[in-house]
Antibody, heavy 118, light 106 residues
Framework: QVQLQESGPGLVKPSETLSLTCTVS????????WSWIRQPPGKGLEWIGH???????NNNPSLESRVTTSLDTSKNQFSLKLSSVTAADTAVYYC????????????WGQGTLVTVSS | SSELTQPPSVSVSPGQTASITCSGD??????TCWYQQKPGQSPVLVTY???KRPSGIPERFSGSNSGNTATLTISGTQAVDEADYYC?????????FGGGTKLTVL
């Protein structure tokens, strides 16, 4: 059974970089593709981006200039960096496994709340 | 446009059939999937590739997709089905979510 766990600071200052890591257990990250999704408090889901098992990425055009995702196969982890954050980036951030051909997200982490505030 | 439109809320009586729609331009030309999210929990995939069900999802959940509309149908709705539901599709390797529908069972 695949399990995902997000980790990282729960509080980030405006203009700084948000950094999160997703640790995968029960399967190798080298065999699948992976995504980041966020959900502002009381609002809907927003796709951030995904990283394919070979390391190429696709990101939400609205966040493209600020998003970096990467894989660490030695630790079975993948990570998200979101630069120049503002209060609008306050959200629960989820990592998930991506399956093709329909880009469905079949396993999700529990989510981690990141608040942007000084 | 790849915008997906869902009704904000749907109400259904226990035991009845609930239908939640997701509209988008030529949506039927792309695969669509659906997620269920209960308060304080992560989303759970309930249908994929328009009409398939992951293992462990009850048979009362079914999906369809044609023209500009995808539909999630819950037959014999139970109180435990009360949740937010999101449709999802993709275009040019970009993922899109609908705005979500709150299903109330009353």
């Amino acid at each position: 059974q695949v399990q995902l766990q997000e980790s990282g600071p729960g509080l980030v200052k405006p203009s700084e970089t948000l950094s999160l890591t997703c640790t995968v257990s029960g399967g190798s990250i080298s065999s699948y593709h992976w995504s980041w999704i966020r959900q502002p408090p009381g609002k809907g889901l927003e796709w951030i981006g995904h990283i394919y098992y070979r390391g190429s990425t696709n990101n939400n055009p609205s966040l493209e200039s600020r998003v970096t995702t990467s894989l660490d196969t030695s630790k079975n982890q993948f990570s998200l960096k979101l630069s120049s954050v503002t209060a609008a980036d306050t959200a629960v951030y989820y990592c998930a496994r991506l399956q093709l051909p329909d880009f469905r997200l079949d396993y999700w982490g529990q989510g981690t709340l990141v608040t942007v505030s000084s | 446009s790849s915008e997906l439109t869902q009704p904000p809320s749907v109400s259904v009586s226990p035991g009845q059939t609930a239908s939640i729609t997701c509209s988008g331009d030529k949506l039927g030309d792309r695969y669509t999937c659906w997620y269920q999210q209960k308060p304080g929990q992560s989303p759970v995939l309930v249908t994929y590739e328009d009409s398939k069900r992951p293992s462990g999802i009850p048979e009362r959940f079914s999906g369809s997709n044609s023209g500009n509309t995808a539909t999630l149908t819950i037959s014999g709705t139970q109180a435990v089905d009360e949740a937010d539901y999101y449709c999802q599709a993709w275009d040019s390797s970009t993922v899109f979510f609908g705005g979500g529908t709150k299903l109330t069972v009353l």
